[in-house]
């Protein structure tokens, strides 16, 4: 080691109060930074995966036909090969969960005023494989018996002013295009963090819509669920996988992920990113500002030790070397640190979580539901950056007063106050 770095050393464990509250100041920036980050990009992520838990699914096929008239939600064309696709699925790994579905346009009524709703035909058992629609119920799931339960929006049910236990109803046009209408219990209501469900959604099972829809267990579309990665492209990767190879097994049927059902939303979220950059480089400017201020201070208070040094024989830029080693030292020393703590804090966010209704309690968000919990992400990019990062930023702070105390008169620094 030369000279230099080590005068630097020893000047850092000499001044280890200074060193200490410097480093924590860079490790508290670097935290910082971490954290929103991985919370940042958590909040995207909890929103992606509430598309795909209530709506998308991962992977869905429709008949080409069915897709081409999808608006409609047609009881006309039936993929008739479910038992061969999820045998093929099953062999697939990647693969959690596969389901039926059918939907149709209906109206509900209480009798003195009708709605306009959506229904939702399900397989109980399964569909709980890959939506997570049971768990956002307010009373019960189906039944063994469900030829005459509903599970309605919480909204709609709330517009209605009908709530669980009492008799609703359901109005549709059968397979057969006839109309029917019949009396269903509301067992549940749906609260999600989707309004378009807690506002015009119905559901019924398969059992109840072979009577009601003459359905003759008809299926218009069928999902695949897959398990979560913590890495988001590691998702986005298999997905794309299994829907190339549906897609060259079964040519007759569309295959869609939630990529391309979802463009809409993902489109809104990459607008939110770029608010979220923006965001981010306000937090970089102020762990930079409170880095190099920390670093510049440390320096001004030792100015007057620079004019012994250069009344010892140190040259100029000697003394702008030596202070650029104590920075070098003390930002690797608060990098280090500021690393090491922002992946154990990211850590428990990743595994645990945040509850979100835990952390808003009682502020008003205007009617926006705030509920579930938001989960961290590894972002090793982001945590490389902000080690060099905060390594420059010390060494910058450091080398603007130095240079400007090595070039004033050494009387004038021994008097320096």
């Given at each position: 080691?030369g000279?230099?770095?080590?005068i ?7 001044n280890?109060?200074r ?12 935290i ?20 795909i ?9 429709n008949?080409?036909?069915?897709y081409e008239?999808?608006?409609s939600?047609?009881l ?6 479910l038992?061969?696709?999820?045998n093929?699925?099953k062999?697939?790994?990647m693969?959690?969960?596969?389901t039926?579905?059918t939907?149709?346009l209906g109206?509900l009524?209480?009798y ?9 035909v399900i397989a109980?058992?399964?569909?709980k ?18 030829q ?10 709330k ?23 019949d009396?269903?219990?509301?067992i549940?209501?749906?609260?999600t963090?989707?309004?378009?469900i807690?506002?015009?959604?119905v ?12 359905l003759?267990?008809?299926?218009t579309e069928i ?21 190339r ?15 391309e059902?979802?463009?809409?939303f993902?489109e ?7 608010f ?40 100029r830029f000697?003394?702008?070397?030596l ?8 930002g690797?020393l ?6 090491l ?5 990211n850590?428990?966010?990743v ?5 979100m ?14 509920w ?12 490389i ?7 420059l930023?010390?060494v ?7 240079r ?14």
């Amino acid at each position: 080691m030369g000279t230099l770095p080590k005068i630097a050393f020893r000047n850092i464990l000499r001044n280890k109060r200074r060193t200490f509250f410097s480093a924590i100041t860079i490790a508290a920036g670097l935290i910082l930074l971490i954290y929103m980050d991985s919370v940042m990009e958590g909040m995207n992520r909890a929103g992606i995966d509430n598309m795909i838990d209530l709506s998308t699914s991962s992977v869905k096929l429709n008949t080409t036909e069915y897709y081409e008239h999808k608006k409609s939600l047609p009881l006309k064309y039936g993929i008739m090969n479910l038992p061969e696709i999820k045998n093929f699925v099953k062999n697939e790994s990647m693969a959690k969960g596969i389901t039926p579905r059918t939907k149709f346009l209906g109206e509900l009524s209480n009798y003195s005023e009708s709605i306009p709703v959506q229904g939702t035909v399900i397989a109980p058992q399964t569909d709980k494989q890959v939506f997570t629609i049971s768990k956002n119920i307010i009373g019960k799931y189906f039944s063994q018996n469900s030829q005459n339960q509903i599970i309605l929006g919480k909204t709609l049910a709330k517009d209605l002013d009908v709530t669980n236990g009492d008799y609703i109803t359901l109005y549709a046009l059968t397979k057969f295009d006839t109309h029917n209408a019949d009396e269903f219990e509301i067992i549940g209501l749906l609260n999600t963090t989707d309004p378009n469900i807690n506002n015009n959604s119905v559901i019924i099972t398969y059992e109840a819509a072979n009577v009601f829809l003459d359905l003759e267990n008809l299926i218009t579309e069928i999902d695949i669920s897959f398990e979560r990665p913590v890495q988001y492209k590691k998702l986005i990767s298999k997905v794309n996988i299994l829907k190339r190879k549906l897609e060259n097994q079964f040519p007759q049927l569309t295959t869609k992920s939630f990529l391309e059902l979802g463009a809409s939303f993902l489109e809104i979220s990459k607008q939110k990113k770029v608010f979220g950059f923006v965001f981010m480089i306000v937090i970089l400017l102020i762990a930079a500002v409170g880095i190099f201020n920390s670093v510049l201070m440390s320096v001004y208070e030792r100015i007057r030790e620079i004019g012994i040094l250069l009344a010892h024989g140190f040259r100029r830029f000697e003394i702008t070397f030596l202070f650029m080693w104590e920075g070098l030292i003390i930002g690797f020393l608060g990098s280090s640190l500021g690393i090491l703590l922002g992946i154990i804090f990211n850590y428990f966010l990743v595994t645990n979580g945040m509850a979100m209704d835990k952390m808003v309690k009682d502020i008003d968000m205007g009617g926006i539901p705030v509920w579930g919990t938001i989960y961290g992400t590894w972002n090793i990019g982001l945590m490389i950056f902000a080690f060099i990062f905060g390594i420059l930023v010390s060494v910058l702070a450091s080398i603007i007063p130095a240079r400007k105390a090595a070039k004033m008169q050494i009387n004038r620094i021994l008097r320096f106050e």
